[in-house]
Nanobody
Framework: QVQLVESGGGLVQPGGSLRLSCTAS????????MGWYRQAPGKQRELVAL???????NYADSVKGRFTISRDNAKNTVYLQMNSLKPEDTAVYLC????????WGQGTQVTVSS
């Protein structure tokens, strides 16, 4: 079992920045690929960014060059630095721990609006 707790969401103006954090407990953090998905109202959940246990990273085309995913294995935490935010980035952002079984956090709301 892995428990995931996200933080860092909120309301930000277009062009602004936010950093999301997701802290894991309950298992060996370094065994898991960690990532962020998002889900906007009426839309399917989509992958935003993923970082493997070895540090390899993948991003959705829509966030490349604006978002950066990183992990601190000493703190069992994965981060998502989001810059140049756009209204279309508005969604609930969910942390995921991926291995044989996937585990999800409860989500944190990000709203980009003037």
């Amino acid at each position: 079992q892995v428990q995931l707790v996200e933080s860092g969401g909120g309301l930000v103006q277009p062009g602004g920045s936010l950093r999301l954090s997701c802290t894991a407990s309950g298992s060996i953090f370094t065994l898991y690929a960690m990532g962020w998905y998002r889900q906007a109202p009426g839309k399917q959940r989509e992958l935003v960014a993923l970082i493997g246990s070895g540090g390899s990273m993948n991003y959705a085309d829509s966030v490349k060059g604006r978002f950066t995913i990183s992990r601190d294995n000493a703190k069992n935490t994965v981060y998502l630095q989001m810059n140049s935010l756009k209204p279309e980035d508005t969604a609930v952002y969910l942390c995921i721990a991926k291995r044989i079984t996937n585990y999800w956090g409860q989500g944190t709301q990000v709203t980009v609006s003037s």
